[in-house]
């Protein structure tokens, strides 16, 4: 009976420590940018150039991999229907990565957001 608690004990203190190391080696996007600008306003780039940076309590984090997503409208965007998408795109960089096709019109407001593999 006591070798059964001690087991429970163990087995709860391991599963907090792993619920911890999840949430630590969780990734977030931030810092986005378009043409080096956080709000910008007046882009008139054809291929405008994106960046972004990533936040990991985890030790040693790289990007592998990149998506951006681009609509004229958040609720499109966050329906997951956006009107342009890069597709997942290999690469580690996250400083000017350029997007080509997307067809921005001038005077119009867009929405847009980073996936990335790690």
Not at 32 to 61: K, M, N
Not at 94 to 117: D, L, N, S
Request: hydrophobic share 40%; proline share 3%; aromatic share 12%.
């Amino acid at each position: 009976m006591k070798k059964t608690i001690y087991n429970l004990i163990f087995a709860g203190i391991l599963f907090l420590g792993s619920l911890a190391n999840a949430a630590e080696s969780a990734v977030n996007v931030s810092g986005l940018t378009c043409e080096q600008r956080t709000d910008p306003l007046g882009v008139e780039a054809a291929s405008p150039a994106f960046g972004w940076q990533i936040r990991s309590g985890a030790y040693e984090v790289k990007q592998e991999a990149w998506q951006v997503q681009i609509s004229a409208s958040r609720e499109k965007l966050l329906a997951n229907t956006p009107e342009w998408d890069s597709g997942k795109r290999d690469s580690g960089e996250q400083i000017g990565q350029h997007v080509e096709g997307c067809g921005f019109q001038p005077a119009r407001e867009y929405w847009w957001r980073v996936k990335v593999w790690t």
